[in-house]
């Protein structure tokens, strides 16, 4: 019963983004909702500037008006329907995800307007950002949740009242770290693709039906966007929809019990992340030098040559590999190798 669900929630998703773009991005080009691209970025992402945002909003609303159903669908159908709190767990994080996507689209309607490459303030987005993580961890704490993660290799680890602040800078921080992997053309959507088919795997291993098909959903979702995204991008997925995966993705992670394994199978957004932190620390360290030609990373490969079909292979190659190994802690962790 699940599978057949997951696969109507993958297909679905796909078709639904898919479809979408046939109108929206027509309709972004038609208001001039286009990307203004920094002066000191890569000189040849100049020609894409005026290219649409906001393409995010075709995987929000497939992966939500798909998978949403169907989760309810199988709770309906299903012999084994999952308890209030899984089932919490999965709407909690739902509209955690939609929030997160609703910070990126008013970043992105700033930059629309005004045409330029700033929106909100650094400050603005992470209030906003905290404000919506507390208000996650606050829904789950009033269904009871516990405070127990899972630790590789060590097993669940109840971390008491810690669990809440580490929480909520870790959701924080994985948001903005997918936020920054949004830069090149098909690599955020590429590697969120690849990281929720891994928790689409690794969900029913936990009983965890409901993560498994709202996984299918992003997945889905993900790859109708990419019709319309990959190079050479015909629309950006903008900070609506780069927010929003981050948010997914933690959503995801939170209602396997599982945050740690994100670390894992996001690995490229915390690079990511990390690659402009230390491309800063050493710049101001050292008053002036660069430890890499451009941060985020992916800009530092196009800067030693490598297109942008290239990197994102490697990167979605390297996601598999990290999901794969994510993939088998958690088998070997219940016991099925």
């Known amino acids: 019963m699940t599978r057949i669900w997951t696969i109507i929630s993958a297909v679905g998703s796909f078709g639904v983004a898919a479809l979408f773009g046939l109108w929206l991005v027509p309709f972004l080009k038609k208001i001039h909702f286009g ?3 920094r002066e000191e ?3 040849w992402h100049q020609s894409k500037q005026g290219t649409p945002i906001m393409g995010g909003f075709m995987f929000i609303l497939a992966s939500l008006a798909v998978g949403i159903p169907c989760v309810i669908l199988y709770n309906a159908f299903s012999g084994a329907p999952e308890n209030m709190l899984l089932s919490a767990k999965v ?4 509209f955690m995800a939609l929030a997160f996507g609703g910070i990126g689209f008013i970043d992105d309607y700033i930059k629309a307007v005004k045409k330029r490459n700033l929106g909100l303030t650094a400050i603005q987005k992470l ?3 905290f404000l919506v993580a507390i208000a ?5 704490y009033f269904f009871k949740d516990n405070t127990q993660t899972f630790i590789p290799f060590v097993g669940m680890v109840d971390l008491g009242i810690w669990y809440y602040p580490l929480s909520a800078i870790f959701i924080v921080g994985m948001v903005n770290a997918a936020n920054l992997t949004d830069g ?3 690599l955020n959507g590429s590697v969120t693709f690849f990281g929720a088919i891994f928790f689409m795997l690794m969900a029913p291993l936990l009983d965890r039906m409901g993560a498994s098909v709202m996984s299918a959903a992003l997945a889905g979702g993900c790859l109708g966007f990419l019709v319309w995204n990959f190079h050479p991008a015909r629309v950006f997925m903008g900070d609506t929809g780069s ?3 981050g948010g997914f993705m933690c959503a995801i992670a939170f ?4 945050p740690v394994m994100l670390i894992l199978v996001g690995l490229v957004y915390i690079l990511e992340m990390f690659s402009v932190i230390l491309q800063v620390g050493y710049f101001k360290l050292t008053h002036g030098k660069r430890l890499f030609k451009m941060s985020p990373i992916h800009h530092h490969f196009e800067k030693c040559g490598w297109s942008e079909v290239k990197i994102v292979t490697v990167f979605s190659v390297f996601t598999m590999i990290c999901g794969a190994l994510a993939l088998l802690i958690v088998m070997k962790y219940k016991g099925f190798i």
């Open 35 to 37: 990307q203004t691209i």
């Open 41 to 43: 970025g890569p000189e």
């Open 91 to 94: 709407y909690a994080g739902m």
């Open 127 to 129: 209030v906003l950002q």
């Open 136 to 140: 996650y961890l606050a829904t789950m």
């Open 184 to 186: 090149i053309d098909g």
């Open 243 to 245: 927010l929003y995966l």
């Open 255 to 258: 209602a396997l019990d599982m």
